[in-house]
């Protein structure tokens, strides 16, 4: 069995960015692209706070502009995430799909997955009236009514975003305070498109071939309210993707792998983590970067070592 | 035309005649979006393994993606890709958004058996 010198889980910007430090020192790594290739900023319509870009663009030009420059240092990408992971003696066992792959490091990147609502209707309508991509499904609701849920900067730009085609749009978010950065409250606030519904949150989804409408509860009041809408978008933020890791390093309660303080050394020897995994405070393109720039660092650290 | 290794449906006539002459189909219609990637990709991985079914792919920004578009199956679906399974020419089972792999290996061993002849 041929042995890799480190494997990358994930292909968002912490995994890319651990891609090219670790290609440029001569580790020849294999990036495992995961379900999403590019990771959760592919669905972002726009860029606009990531340095260097000052006229903005979209996710996936971002990632498929990363990746170029990892092809060019030579990295080797392989479809796939890993299913189920064992350590033997001071190397891991990877399976991934039906094949089994051995690595002297390991760097987790495999970031975020979208959050449900978790709410009655959800699972019937989602695809037929809720989505978590305005980019892919805005235009099917062309002079539709549409509700975003969420409260962040990907919030506010899916609104703006989908006044290009919904006639109403509704803002509803649980709190009163928006995560989102001020600019970009400010940008939707001026739009006489976008409604607000705060603090409340959805109940209850109801439809019958399509979604029609919503039950939404005020949090502070705790008065109950219908609205009619035809489609529903998501950004409630995201849950980091560890559950497959989680036997073999430490994660605090809310899934999150624990770091050594300013590193990326995990409680496993050889394996770090780096951008949304770990993170999960600032949870930034710009962040995973910087991370998966010491997760390539401290890898090559570990096997100078342990050679 | 998109970019994977499926079978490209690229008009109406190669789609009606890939389902007649097919007993098991399945057709993702879609977009080389971060929704549709992930599906053509567990189709790839999933041929093999499933040598009774002919995977295809579809344009959906396509005047022929009406072949899929237009379908009963599809007329409430809002979230790309469409995704369609055919058994003997007949949509059997069809979804909308993006799917996992065990949501589609499920799908899979269950319309494309007996109880659909």
Same mark, same amino acid.
């Given at each position: 069995?041929?042995?890799?010198?480190?494997?990358?889980?994930?292909?968002?910007?912490?995994?890319?960015?651990?891609?090219?430090?670790?290609?440029?020192?001569?580790?020849?790594?294999?990036?495992?692209?995961?379900?999403?290739?590019?990771?959760?900023?592919?669905?972002?319509?726009?860029?606009?706070?990531?340095?260097?870009?000052?006229?903005?663009?979209?996710?996936?030009?971002?990632?498929?502009?990363?990746?170029?420059?990892?092809?060019?240092?030579?990295?080797?990408?392989?479809?796939?995430?890993?299913?189920?992971?064992? $350590?033997?003696?001071?190397?891991?066992?990877?399976?991934?799909?039906?094949?089994?792959?051995?690595?002297?490091?390991?760097?987790?990147?495999?970031?975020?997955?979208?959050?449900?609502?978790?709410?009655?209707?959800?699972?019937?309508?989602?695809?037929?009236?809720?989505?978590?991509?305005?980019?892919?499904?805005?235009?099917?609701?062309?002079?539709?009514?549409?509700?975003?849920?969420?409260?962040?900067?990907?919030?506010?730009?899916?609104?703006?975003?989908?006044?290009?085609?919904?006639?109403?749009?509704?803002?509803?978010? $649980?709190?009163?305070?928006?995560?989102?950065?001020?600019?970009? &409250?400010?940008?939707?606030?001026?739009?006489?498109?976008?409604?607000?519904?705060?603090?409340? &949150?959805?109940?209850?989804?109801?439809?019958?071939?399509?979604?029609?409408?919503?039950?939404?509860?005020?949090?502070?009041?705790?008065?109950?309210?219908?609205?009619?809408?035809?489609?529903?978008?998501?950004?409630?933020?995201?849950?980091?993707?560890?559950?497959?890791?989680?036997?073999?390093?430490?994660?605090?309660?809310?899934?999150?792998?624990?770091?050594?303080?300013?590193?990326?050394?995990?409680?496993?020897?050889?394996?770090?983590?780096?951008?949304?995994?770990?993170?999960? &405070?600032?949870?930034?393109?710009?962040?995973?970067?910087?991370?998966?720039?010491?997760?390539?660092?401290?890898?090559?650290?570990?096997?100078?070592?342990?050679? | 035309?998109?970019?994977?290794?499926?079978?490209?449906?690229?008009?109406?006539?190669?789609?009606?005649?890939?389902?007649?002459?097919?007993?098991?189909?399945?057709?993702?219609?879609?977009?080389?979006?971060?929704?549709?990637?992930?599906?053509?990709?567990?189709?790839?991985?999933?041929?093999?393994?499933?040598?009774?079914?002919?995977?295809?792919?579809?344009?959906?920004?396509?005047?022929?993606?009406?072949?899929?578009?237009?379908?009963?199956?599809?007329?409430?679906?809002?979230?790309?890709?469409?995704?369609?399974?055919?058994?003997?020419?007949?949509?059997?089972?069809?979804?909308?958004?993006?799917?996992?792999?065990?949501?589609?290996?499920?799908?899979?061993?269950?319309?494309?058996?007996?109880?659909?002849?």
């Amino acid at each position: 069995m041929d042995i890799e010198t480190v494997v990358i889980a994930g292909s968002g910007p912490a995994g890319l960015t651990a891609a090219i430090y670790a290609a440029r020192a001569g580790l020849k790594p294999l990036v495992l692209e995961g379900l999403t290739p590019g990771g959760q900023l592919t669905v972002s319509e726009t860029v606009e706070n990531y340095p260097g870009f000052p006229d903005s663009l979209s996710g996936s030009e971002l990632m498929s502009r990363f990746r170029k420059q990892a092809e060019r240092f030579d990295v080797r990408f392989q479809r796939g995430s890993i299913q189920e992971i064992s $350590r033997i003696e001071n190397q891991y066992n990877l399976r991934i799909k039906n094949n089994t792959t051995r690595t002297k490091s390991l760097i987790i990147a495999t970031g975020a997955q979208a959050r449900r609502l978790n709410v009655p209707g959800e699972k019937v309508f989602y695809g037929r009236g809720i989505s978590g991509c305005v980019t892919c499904d805005g235009a099917f609701f062309k002079d539709k009514k549409v509700i975003v849920v969420g409260g962040g900067n990907t919030a506010m730009h899916n609104a703006l975003y989908l006044t290009r085609f919904a006639k109403k749009i509704t803002i509803l978010h $649980r709190r009163t305070r928006f995560k989102a950065d001020i600019y970009e &409250v400010e940008k939707a606030k001026k739009s006489t498109e976008i409604e607000w519904m705060v603090p409340w &949150v959805i109940t209850d989804i109801t439809g019958d071939e399509t979604l029609k409408g919503i039950t939404a509860r005020n949090i502070e009041t705790g008065e109950i309210c219908t609205l009619e809408c035809d489609g529903i978008f998501v950004a409630i933020g995201h849950q980091p993707k560890t559950e497959v890791f989680s036997s073999i390093v430490k994660t605090n309660q809310d899934g999150y792998i624990i770091v050594a303080p300013n590193s990326t050394v995990t409680t496993a020897p050889g394996i770090f983590a780096c951008g949304d995994v770990c993170d999960p &405070v600032y949870r930034q393109a710009a962040v995973a970067v910087g991370h998966g720039c010491m997760a390539a660092m401290d890898a090559q650290e570990y096997l100078t070592r342990e050679e | 035309m998109l970019l994977t290794n499926l079978k490209h449906l690229e008009t109406k006539n190669a789609a009606e005649s890939l389902v007649h002459c097919n007993e098991n189909v399945m057709i993702c219609c879609g977009r080389m979006g971060p929704m549709c990637v992930p599906v053509y990709e567990i189709m790839e991985e999933l041929q093999p393994r499933y040598p009774h079914v002919v995977f295809a792919d579809m344009e959906f920004d396509t005047k022929d993606a009406a072949f899929i578009k237009n379908l009963p199956e599809c007329r409430s679906f809002m979230g790309l890709p469409f995704t369609v399974y055919f058994k003997n020419g007949k949509a059997v089972h069809s979804t909308s958004s993006i799917q996992t792999e065990d949501q589609i290996t499920t799908i899979l061993n269950n319309v494309f058996t007996e109880k659909y002849k």
